[in-house]
C-alpha cells in the first residue's frame, strides 16, 4: 500500500494568514492525488484533483501542487469557513489511501 | 444535481454482518465508479472498496475477506456488507462516486458523498 504522510497534524493560524499543508507519498504517485476539507459531523469536500485542479465551485483561494512523492495544498488568504481538517488522498494504485488529516484551528 | 442516499443498521453485535445501502439520484449509474468509505470516530478516512455499473469491483486487501460490495442497476443502488464485524468496524461509513474529467477521464477522487451512517458495534 502507498502510505501518504501529511504535515503538520495541527495548524494554528489567523483569518487571513496563508496556510500551507504539506503530504508525502511512499513511492511516486504522479500526480494522482485529491484534497479535501472535512468540518464536524460532514462529509469530506473534493477542492483539489490531479494535484493542482481545483474542483468546480472552491475558491480559487485554494490551490495545489506537486508531483511524484510531495505535494503542497495552499490557502492564500484564510478565512473563518476555512477552519476545518484537511486531508489528502492518493488514487495512483489501489487500494486508495488517505492521509491522517491536518486540522487547521483558530490562533 | 447527483445526490446519494444511504441507510442501514445502525448497531451491531460482534460477529453479525454490516449492511449498507445507498441509492443514486440525479445521475446515470454507468460511467463511474462508486465506493464505500469509512471513518472510524476522531480518526482518519479507510477506503473500502468501489463497483462500477457491470459489477466489476476493487476491495482494500485489509477487508477483502470480510466484504461485499454488490450493485442493483434496476433500482440505481449499490450496497455494502461487511462480515464478522468487531468494535474496530465501529465507524461512519460513507458511499461516494469518483470524478469524471473532460474527456472523459475517470479519476478516483470523490466529489459526490452520501451524507454517512454511525455504524457501532457492542455487545
Known amino acids: 500500500d502507498i502510505q501518504m504522510t501529511q504535515s503538520p497534524s495541527t495548524l494554528s493560524a489567523s483569518v487571513g494568514d496563508r496556510v500551507t499543508i504539506t503530504c508525502r507519498a511512499s513511492?511516486?504517485?504522479?500526480?494522482?492525488l485529491a484534497w479535501y476539507q472535512q468540518k464536524p459531523g460532514k462529509a469530506p469536500k473534493l477542492l483539489i484533483y490531479?494535484?493542482?485542479s481545483l474542483e468546480s465551485g472552491v475558491p480559487s483561494s485554494f490551490s495545489g501542487s506537486g508531483s511524484g512523492t510531495e505535494f503542497t495544498l495552499t490557502i492564500s488568504s484564510l478565512q473563518p469557513d476555512d477552519f476545518a481538517t484537511y486531508y489528502c488522498?492518493?488514487?495512483?494504485?489501489?487500494?486508495?489511501?488517505f492521509g491522517g488529516g491536518t486540522k487547521v484551528e483558530i490562533k | 444535481q447527483v445526490q446519494l442516499q444511504q441507510w442501514g443498521a445502525g448497531l451491531l453485535k460482534p460477529s453479525e454482518t454490516l449492511s449498507l445501502t445507498c441509492a443514486v439520484y440525479?445521475?446515470?449509474?454507468?460511467?463511474?465508479?462508486w465506493s464505500w468509505i469509512r471513518q472510524p470516530p476522531g480518526k482518519g478516512l479507510e477506503w473500502i472498496g468501489e463497483?462500477?455499473?457491470?459489477?466489476?469491483?476493487n476491495y482494500n486487501p485489509s477487508l477483502k475477506s470480510r466484504v461485499t460490495i454488490s450493485v442493483d442497476t434496476s433500482k440505481n443502488q449499490f450496497s455494502l456488507k461487511l462480515d464478522s464485524v468487531t468494535a474496530a468496524d465501529t465507524a461512519v461509513y460513507y458511499c461516494a462516486r469518483n470524478i469524471v474529467t473532460f474527456g472523459g477521464v475517470i479519476e478516483n477522487a470523490f466529489a459526490v458523498w452520501g451524507q454517512g451512517t454511525m455504524v457501532t458495534v457492542s455487545s
Open positions: 488522498q492518493q488514487y495512483n494504485s489501489y487500494p486508495l489511501t
Open positions: 463497483i462500477n455499473h457491470s459489477g466489476t469491483t
Open positions: 513511492q511516486s504517485i504522479s500526480s494522482w
Open positions: 440525479g445521475a446515470s449509474f454507468s460511467g463511474y465508479y
Open positions: 490531479k494535484a493542482s
